[in-house]
């Protein structure tokens, strides 16, 4: 109980209520919410295996929900963690170059892919009139 019984030896009592917060369920419960954000944030992030080459650029700035391009090892391209082909991805990209002109798009590419594959990507995202491009790569030491 949060309080307790005080008065003179009349025989007349009065509660007082205690001033003090209990901030231990606080904490525990913001200790087990810390976890949870721990051990998921690395599975929403992305499922395409890349391995990003590294550089000593700033990040930039982006948008709620930017579009992402993935090129694995092979050539593969995947947008948004699906696979797609080039031919259709410059249709996807259209549309949403179409619906939201500002729309920022991240490219994610293996530091064993071919140049030929990577510039392949990067015309085809050109041609379908979105301007803001981000090349991801890891952070630099």
Known sequence: MA???IGRGNGRKRYVPMADINVTPLVDV???LLIVFMVTAPMITSSVNVNLPNASAKPTPTDAKPLTISVDKQGLVYLNNTQIELPNLLAMLTQAAQATPDQSVLVRGD???DYGTMMQVMATISQSGLTKIHLLTKPGQ
């Open 3 to 5: 309080g307790g019984m």
């Open 111 to 113: 530091e064993g892919v």
């Open 30 to 32: 913001m200790l087990v």
